[in-house]
Structure formats: C-alpha cells, structure tokens
C-alpha cells in the first residue's frame, strides 16, 4: 500500500513535466542537454541565494513576524529572473522554444532537489498522510509559475518591445518574485489551512499565468 501511495506521489509529480517536454514539441528539437543546462545554472543560482541569505538576512526564529526582513529575503528571487535571461540568451530559436527549455529545466532541477527525497522517503512510510499528494500538486504549480516567469523575462529582454508593454510586463513580474512572499504572509496573517493555501496558490498562479499569456500574445502578434 505504501508502494502504491508512493507511485501516486511520483506520478503527479513528475509525469506533468515529462508530458510538457513530449507535447511542446522540445523532444523534436533534441532539446534534453539544453534543459539540463538549464537545471545546472538553477543550482549555481540557488548556491548564490543560499550563501547571500545566510550572510545578510538571519533566520526569523519566533516572536513577532518580521515583514521587512522577509520581504528583503524575497527579493533574492530576482536572481532566478536573471538566471533564466542567463539560460535563454544562450539558447538559439523561437521564443517560444527559449521559454521552454528555461521554464523546464530550472522547474526540474527545483522539482528533484527539493521534493525527490521527501517524496522517496516519506510517501514510502508506513502511515499515509495528505502532504505527499499536496507536494506533489504544488510542484506542478511551480511548472506553470516558472513558464510564467520565463515568458515574463524573454518579453521584457526584447530590445524591440513596444514602451506601451513596458509597464504591464514589470508590473508581472514584480507579482511573480514576489507571489510566494504574499502568500506566505496571507496565509500567516489568515491562518489557512494546507489545503486552502494550496487552493489559493493555485488560482493566484492561474490568475497570473493567464495575464501573461494574454501580454505575451498581444506582444507577439504586434511584433509579428
């Protein structure tokens, strides 16, 4: 039975991000080495986060919650906006393709580095808990936050993007390095439940990622 409960895990975890590969056509152009270069600078960057975090902002033990400094520790995640520009300009094709192979590559290596043991050593226990399935939707939701957050910076790196996109796609992607510093202080502030702050990332990723396609569309097509 825990078997069992660990391949449920695993599956909706990790077959959406072998779907998107196969279905976006990233397959056809032999694109796996470019992903998995992708994967290393996510690590490169996130080694940067770590050692610049635990320099400048110590953690928040107790008391009163510390707003500013979590906001701070929040802004360190414009260093993955510029990780994925890093992974796109060195990537030749269609933006689309760029967007791609940034967005998949940096969302596996996140997927496997913070979520492969979890999974491997607590879905396989003895007692089954509801966390392991919440882990694995929220990986999925972090698939579509990264596509998002890719499609944000290929836009606001076109040197020929209209002045009149400028503001709309900065204005994203404030929302979406800051996204995960709001909803941790909603859900503090609110006292929501797993499942209720798990829905509520969900729409508001949704809700995001909607906005951007419609920017996206709207730019490609002026550009066209």
């Not at 929501?192 to 490609?220: E, K, N, Q």
Request: hydrophobic letters at 55%.
């Amino acid at each position: 039975m825990t078997l069992f409960h660990f391949g449920n895990c695993f599956a909706l975890a990790y077959f959406p991000y072998f779907i998107t590969y196969k279905c976006s056509g990233l397959s056809e152009y032999n694109a796996f080495w470019k992903c998995v270069q992708a994967g290393v600078t996510y690590l490169f960057v996130q080694l940067c986060k770590m050692l610049f975090l635990a320099t400048f902002f110590p953690t928040w033990e107790g008391g009163i919650y510390d707003f500013i400094g979590e906001f701070m520790k929040a802004s360190v995640d414009v260093a993955d906006l510029i990780g994925l520009n890093l992974v796109m300009s060195r990537n030749a094709g269609k933006g689309e393709y760029k967007i791609m192979v940034a967005a998949l590559g940096w969302a596996t290596a996140e997927l496997i580095m913070s979520r492969c043991i979890p999974l491997w050593v607590g879905a396989r226990g003895i007692e089954f808990d509801w966390k392991y399935i919440q882990m694995s939707i929220d990986s999925n939701i972090s698939l579509v936050h990264y596509i998002v957050a890719s499609a944000q910076v290929w836009m606001i790196t076109r040197y020929d993007l209209y002045h009149t996109f400028r503001p709309a796609v900065l204005l994203l992607m404030f929302l979406s390095v800051y996204k995960a510093f709001v909803m941790e202080t909603f859900v503090h502030l609110c006292s929501l439940g797993s499942w209720t702050a798990l829905l509520a990332r969900a729409v508001v990723t949704g809700l995001l990622a909607l906005s951007t396609l419609a920017l996206y569309v709207s730019v490609v097509n002026v550009h066209s």
